[in-house]
């Protein structure tokens, strides 16, 4: 089976523009969970999204959105980008019932 | 509530000496406790997964952890350290908590193993 999949892997944007990450769960997985992992901060979670809803939020800001398609794909959307968004943002899904969830290998953002 | 603790911010072993890396964890109730590994500028693989089955859990590439309930422990250990083995780990805890906002997993702040040749 596939691994979870995130495109693209590093992007570099400025500060005020917007940026979509993109997110393939394993083939028969129902849930997405999204991560932003700083030097100072560790692994935050942001959102978890199953079958279409979101289901969990973390404490961030509104500028932070996402949505997951009918084929369990999910993308996290950042608006109005600052400097501290630069992180590396890591997608996880699972099947919805457990717990154990899968990693991918992230996507790098830095923002200039 | 449910926390995790990673005792070491870094260890540094040499090349086929033990590996012991440290959590404690706080719980309310009999949790699912996880260990993941994070290679520089990659995802975080699962290493291995405690579900009550059995206390002592083998994972992959030679790790294993044993589970304390007494201790509040879920310690890391390898007996011979690789230079693959240099890392970033992290201890991790289940919460389960569907519409809260911690999510379903409550990271340690994870401990950089360094191997020496």
């Known amino acids: 089976k596939a691994g979870v999949t995130q495109t693209p892997r590093y992007l570099i944007k400025t500060r005020g523009q917007q940026v979509t990450l993109s997110c393939s769960p394993i083939?028969?997985?129902?849930?997405v969970s999204w991560y932003q992992q700083t030097p100072g901060q560790g692994l935050q979670f942001l959102f978890e999204y199953f079958s279409e809803t979101q289901r969990n939020k973390g404490n961030f800001p509104g500028r932070f959105s996402g949505r997951q398609f009918s084929n369990s794909r999910s993308e996290m959307n950042v608006s109005t980008l600052e400097l501290g968004d630069s992180a590396l943002y890591l997608c996880a899904s699972t099947t919805g019932n457990t717990d154990t969830q899968y990693f991918g290998p992230g996507t790098r953002l830095t923002v200039l | 509530a449910q926390s995790v603790t990673q005792l070491d911010s870094h260890v540094s072993v040499s090349e086929g000496t033990p590996v012991l890396l440290r959590c404690n964890y706080s719980?309310?109730?009999?949790?699912?406790l996880f260990w993941y590994v994070q290679h520089p500028n990659k995802g975080l693989q699962l290493l291995l997964k405690?579900?009550?089955?059995?206390?002592l859990v083998k994972g992959i590439n030679g790790f294993e952890a044993e589970f304390k309930k007494s201790e509040t422990s879920f310690h890391l250990t390898k007996p011979s350290a690789h230079m693959s083995d240099a890392a970033e780990y992290f201890c991790?805890?289940?919460?389960?908590?569907?519409?809260?906002?911690?999510?379903?997993?409550?990271f340690g702040k994870g401990t950089k193993l360094s191997v020496k040749p």
């Open positions: 991790v805890v289940s919460v389960l908590n569907y519409g809260g906002s911690q999510g379903n997993l409550i």
């Open positions: 405690y579900t009550s089955a059995a206390t």
């Open positions: 083939s028969g997985h129902r849930s």
């Open positions: 719980s309310s109730y009999s949790p699912s």
